[in-house]
């Protein structure tokens, strides 16, 4: 099955908190979109890699996700796994997405930031004809990268508007990660009520940045291409 968007992650849970809205939005405006898991999270604090499998299925449902995959790789060894690099390859050759979205390339998590490097290697060697499995060579349209823990400079912004309730509930899917009993420990730096408001200022922060409630910033490598500036104007409105 082809794809239009295919939206990698180092941890389930990851793809939620920086990309939700987007993908409700997406799969809401008719577009294919799969998720792909770099690891099971089986290093976490908190919960358990059988629990967060069925936490990650369900909050594939809440965003309509045509597909969610696991490939598996080691936790803070994503460079140096000598599986990831092939497999990302192999997912990207089978899924065909015109972009990826990708974790930003500094984070907090360290995995953050490896699965970054891994998607950027991955993209380019989807489409060398010698390297990897025999499926045909694909590279995608672009690569996106969003953002986790830390912002970095972005250069877009995505009305999520409509659709981040819908962000919320998938990420609210993660009952071990991010819901905290009274009493109930280890308490994590995501378990915090505290982290759920980040999430939420957030998205009203960079709403504010384009004239909305919320928004959701990406970030893009390339020089953006214009070839009708009036329609482009006319596209951006009144964000002031």
């Known amino acids: 099955m082809t794809c239009d968007v295919l939206a990698v992650g180092a941890h389930p849970d990851d793809i939620e908190l920086g990309v939700g809205g987007t993908l409700a939005l ?6 294919n979109h799969v998720l792909v898991d770099l690891t099971r999270a089986g290093l976490s604090t908190r ?26 790789l080691f936790e803070g060894s994503l ?3 000598p599986n990831g690099l092939y497999r990302l390859v192999s997912a990207i050759r089978e899924f065909r ?19 970054s490097t891994l998607v950027q290697k991955a993209y380019f060697w989807a489409g060398a004809e010698k390297f990897g499995d025999d499926q045909p060579p694909f590279r995608p349209e672009r690569v996106a990268y969003y953002f986790c823990h830390r912002e970095g400079p972005f250069s877009l912004v995505v009305d999520v508007s409509e659709t981040f309730e819908t ?11 991010f819901s905290l009993q009274p009493g109930e420990s280890p308490n994590t730096y995501i378990s915090r009520p505290e982290f759920f408001d980040r999430v939420i200022n957030r998205a009203l ?9 919320y928004g959701e910033p990406l970030y893009v490598r390339e020089t953006h291409r214009v070839s009708d500036l009036m329609k482009w104007t006319e596209e951006q409105g009144d964000v002031g």
């Open 26 to 31: 997406l799969a809401k405006q008719g577009y």
């Open 47 to 72: 919960g358990d890699i059988v629990t967060r499998e069925v936490e990650a299925g369900e909050a594939a449902r809440v965003l309509g996700a045509k597909e969610r995959r696991n490939l598996e």
């Open 79 to 81: 460079l140096t796994d």
């Open 97 to 115: 997405p015109r972009l990826i979205l990708a974790p930003y390339f500094e984070d907090r998590h360290p995995d953050h930031g490896d699965a």
């Open 167 to 177: 962000k919320l509930e998938s990420v609210k899917a993660y009952h071990s990660q």
């Open 205 to 213: 922060y960079f709403g504010t940045q384009i004239g909305v409630k």
